[in-house]
Every structure is written in C-alpha cells, then in structure tokens.
C-alpha cells in the first residue's frame, strides 16, 4: 500500500494566495520529498527534508515535518498561475533499499 | 546533461503486440525504476534496479511484463503480449544512491493499447 497520503486531492485558489498541502506517512523515513508534475511530463523534484529537520525553505517553498505526528507540509507563497500542477509527496523509508513511495497528489490549480 | 532519456515518447499498437520502452539513465546514476501512472491507480512503481540488478519486481503487474538492464545506462520494460488495460504513461526515473535518493525521472512514454 501506498506510504504517503496527500491531502487536499484538488486545490483551488486565486493568484497570490498561498497554497498548503499535507503528507502523512506509516512507518519510520530517512527523508521526505515534494515532486512537482506539470500535465503531461515527469515528476520534478522540489525539494527534500531530512528526518532531522523540521522546516525547510527554498524560494517560495516552504516545508515543514514533524516525525512525532509523521507529516509533513508543503507551503508554496504568493501562488502564480505557473505552479498549476500535480505535487507529490514520496517518503524514503528506513531500510526500503533506495526506493520512495509515492502519494497519490495533490492537484493544485491557481487562477489568475 | 541530457536528463533521463525514454522512447519512444507515444505508442500506438493493437492489443496481443508486443512493446518495448526503453530509456537511458543520467550518467552516473547507478539506481533505476519504472513506474506506471494512470487516472486510476497513480503512480506505481514497477520495479527498480541498482546497480543492474533488479531489487524488486513485485510491483509487476504480469508475467507479460519484464525489464532488464543490460548495461549499466540503458533499461527495457517490454510488454508481451499487450492488452488495452497497459495503456499508460510509462515513467522511468534514475538516481544516484546515496545521494538521499532523489530521482530525475524522465518524460514518459504514453501507451495507447486498442
């Protein structure tokens, strides 16, 4: 079974506003990462989080984790109509041998 | 560099056809994986390699479906003989391990299966 759940599966929100999505996850990770999908291409890696840390930030992004509750967050500031897309949570699980497990997304549409 | 490199990036072909995907890892990665993603079921992983060898495979969905690695930058996922349910993006992605496991994934390939 899937590790990682997003949640909301869709958001809709003007541009300029912020956008949070969430990730939960079962078992026990190394590290956390959002992906980025653009309709119609491959996943982009965003950005990642370490077991260790609690917030991260690059440029608009903004990511928090908190193992205690096994979530994470995913803030994008000042939304624009560009960062319409599918992200994906994909958690690094201790002893999964290099593989992520994927969430289903989150399909984020930012209006202009 | 290049990126991940899959073709063909569409397919079209008959039901009971065989199809290979292909798809060239960045140089130097040494870990690869195939996933499979569709409105339905997302994304699912298909199996994965590291160092050419495959570590797990359970994510396969038939005997109709393998992949091998046969060097250390090029991969197959043949399909034999296809059926109008393997209609797809066929995503491979490849990673440096160690690296925290970040992968690069490639564009897909889109399989019509009639």
């Known amino acids: 079974s899937q590790q990682g759940e997003e949640d909301p599966q869709a958001l809709s929100i003007q541009e300029g506003e912020n956008a949070t999505m969430n990730c939960s996850y079962k078992?026990?990770?190394?590290?956390l990462q959002w992906y980025r999908q653009n309709s119609g291409r491959g996943l982009v890696h965003l950005i990642l989080?370490?077991?260790?840390?609690r917030e991260k930030h690059s440029g608009r992004l903004r990511v928090t984790l908190d193992t205690s509750k096994k979530s994470s967050s995913l803030l994008i500031t000042a939304s624009r109509a560009a960062d319409t897309a599918s992200y994906f949570c994909?958690?690094?699980?201790?002893?999964?041998?290099?593989?992520?497990?994927f969430g289903k997304g989150i399909t984020l549409s930012v209006r202009p | 560099d290049a990126g991940v490199i899959q073709s063909p990036r569409h397919e079209v072909t008959e039901m009971g056809q065989e199809v290979t995907l292909r798809c060239k890892l960045i140089?130097?990665?040494?870990?690869l994986f195939w996933y499979r993603q569709t409105m339905m079921r997302g994304l699912e992983l298909l199996i994965y390699?590291?160092?050419?060898?495959?570590?797990?495979d359970s994510g396969m969905p038939e005997d109709r479906f393998s992949a091998k690695m046969p060097n250390a930058s090029f991969s197959t996922l043949k399909i034999q003989p296809s059926e109008p349910r393997d209609s797809a993006v066929y995503f491979c992605?490849?990673?440096?391990?160690?690296?925290?496991?970040?992968?690069?994934f490639g564009p897909g390939t889109r399989l019509t299966v009639l």
């Open positions: 994909a958690t690094d699980h201790t002893g999964a041998n290099s593989k992520l497990t």
């Open positions: 078992t026990s990770i190394n590290n």
């Open positions: 989080i370490r077991s260790n840390e």
């Open positions: 140089s130097g990665h040494n870990s």
């Open positions: 390699f590291n160092n050419n060898v495959p570590i797990d």
């Open positions: 992605a490849s990673a440096e391990t160690g690296n925290h496991n970040e992968q690069f």
